[in-house]
């Protein structure tokens, strides 16, 4: 009963994660740091234990983008959306591929986990994504979209089944927050907030 509250209550509090993450909101890292602590108990508990950690790393990672967004952009304002510079995308590969490899090692080799390679991969993209979130990158919904559909599958097949619905619903509305980050950004291009290309 006890985890089917907290599991109620992440639900919740990733709805309102969400919300604000769709309007650009700052305050999205406050239910960022919550969130994490919540579903710490929950997915050790279901022995996820890739997604128990990965929330360690969602702690630093909101502290990191609350930072950014309050200080990280020019003239001291907030940064505005971007496109996801095209160098990136090596960089970003190794680091999926040598989480994926180094988390599928760890649960196999450590754990009793029966689902290493979904849990793995949930994980490793998760880690890309919430670093391209923390950096404001309007292709960071895309990453979430496979993410979200992974995971829903995964939690449904771990009875986790609010969480499932809550990963049902990240991965409908990503569609939409990708486009509304999109629309954002083409009107701070249009306000001059971001200067053009050379």
């Known amino acids: 009963m006890e985890w089917n509250l ?41 022995g996820l234990y890739a997604d128990f950690g990965i ?15 309050a200080w990280g952009g020019t003239r001291r304002e907030a940064p505005p959306i971007a496109r996801m510079p095209v160098r990136h995308v090596p960089l970003l590969l190794v680091v999926f591929v040598a989480a994926l490899l180094g988390i599928a090692f760890a649960l196999i080799r450590y754990t009793n986990s029966n689902v290493p390679w979904i849990d793995s991969f949930t994980t490793a993209l998760s880690i890309v994504g919430l670093w391209m979130l923390a950096r404001k990158y309007l292709e960071q919904w895309l990453v979430w979209i496979v993410v979200d559909v992974a995971c829903c ?24 927050g990708y486009l509304r980050w999109k629309q954002i950004m083409n009107e701070q ?10």
């Open 55 to 69: 929330n360690i790393y969602y702690l630093v990672a909101a502290i990191y983008g609350w930072c950014f967004w």
């Open 189 to 198: 291009w249009s306000a001059n907030i971001i200067s053009p290309k050379p």
């Open 6 to 46: 907290l599991e109620i209550l992440g639900t919740i509090v990733g709805l309102l994660y969400l919300w604000l993450e769709y309007r650009a909101s700052i305050y999205l890292w406050i239910a960022g740091i919550v969130m994490p602590a919540i579903y710490i108990v929950v997915y050790y508990r279901a």
């Open 153 to 176: 599958g995964l939690y449904v097949y771990k009875e986790l089944y609010f969480t499932s619905v809550l990963y049902g619903l990240y991965a409908v509305i990503a569609i939409f």
